[in-house]
């Protein structure tokens, strides 16, 4: 197994950039995003369903970075009065919002044959029309600057077909998408909408949630024979939301050796 490489110092590709992420409690992806982000010179509001994870999250965040560029508030991103209030509190700590990462999904494992309505259309509400809802929310504070960036998250199973994940692989499938569909319309005003697709970025919640012959089956099927680190995939959504990538927008980056 390839080991994973040295983490990269910060060159303050986001100096002083307003960055807003969801799901950013804990050590995912989305928290790597926030550390990520702070270390190349941004401001960042995270949010994220669990209160005790983010307010533990925030308070680890401030002691290293500083209170005055970090804030915190939870947000249910199936609620779209949570979702507005998550922008409204972006604008009034740092006055715009330059970066939307939307990074909320719910995943499960289920065969269709046995599933129920609910956990299909909860994985759907959560994953995709919650990534629908922050990405409108930013864009419509986005459109009156004329710039802005939104970088998605989506995954490798919106290409690749895997048992018990019809419910999952139709909402990350609908993540790209939208970009794709939104990127188009945004360009009108200056917007790029990019999104990421990994595949297994290994952290302790996935642990908990998936069992160890599937980590281990996803883990052999990699270019690298190894998992992703949660801030690798950071390091790709930085660069998406940075002006090395100023061309970009509509388009879906594989971090995976996994695509099909």
């Known amino acids: 197994m390839t080991p994973p490489p040295p983490y990269v110092p910060g ?5 002083d950039r307003a960055v807003v992420i969801t799901a950013a409690a804990g050590a995912g992806i989305g928290g790597a995003t926030a550390r990520r982000c702070l270390e190349e010179g941004a401001r960042v509001v995270i949010s ?5 994870r983010l307010g533990e999250s925030a308070a680890a965040l ?35 919002i330059d970066v939307a ?30 990534t629908m ?12 600057q004329g710039s802005g960036v939104i970088v998605n998250n989506a995954s490798v199973i919106g290409w690749r077909a895997q048992k018990g994940q019809s419910h999952y692989a139709a909402a990350k ?40 012959e599937l980590l281990d089956e996803l883990t052999r ?3 690298f024979g190894r998992y992703a ?14 002006d090395y990538s100023s061309y970009m927008t509509g388009e879906v980056v594989s971090v995976s050796s996994q695509r099909a």
Not at 120 to 127: A, K, N, P, Q
Not at 229 to 242: Q, R, T, Y
């Open 11 to 15: 060159h303050d590709l986001l100096k």
């Open 48 to 52: 994220d369903a669990h209160e005790r």
């Open 62 to 96: 401030e002691k290293e970075f500083g209170a005055d560029r970090v804030a915190a508030l939870p947000c249910d991103v199936t609620s779209e009065e949570q979702v507005q209030a998550l922008y409204d509190l972006a604008i009034e700590r740092f006055g715009r």
């Open 101 to 130: 990462v939307n990074n909320a999904g719910l995943g499960g494992t289920a065969d269709l044959v046995d599933m129920e309505d609910e956990a299909w259309s909860r994985v759907l509400d959560i994953t995709l029309n919650g």
């Open 133 to 144: 809802r922050c990405t409108r929310a930013a864009l419509r504070h986005m459109r009156g």
């Open 173 to 212: 499938a609908g993540v790209m998408a939208l970009t794709r569909c939104a990127a188009l319309e945004a360009a009108d005003f200056g917007v790029r909408i990019n999104a990421v697709s990994p595949s297994l970025a290994m952290h302790p919640h996935l642990v908990k949630v998936t069992s160890e």
């Open 221 to 223: 099927r990699e270019a």
């Open 229 to 242: 680190e949660p801030w690798e995939v950071a390091n790709v959504i930085v660069f998406l939301a940075s």
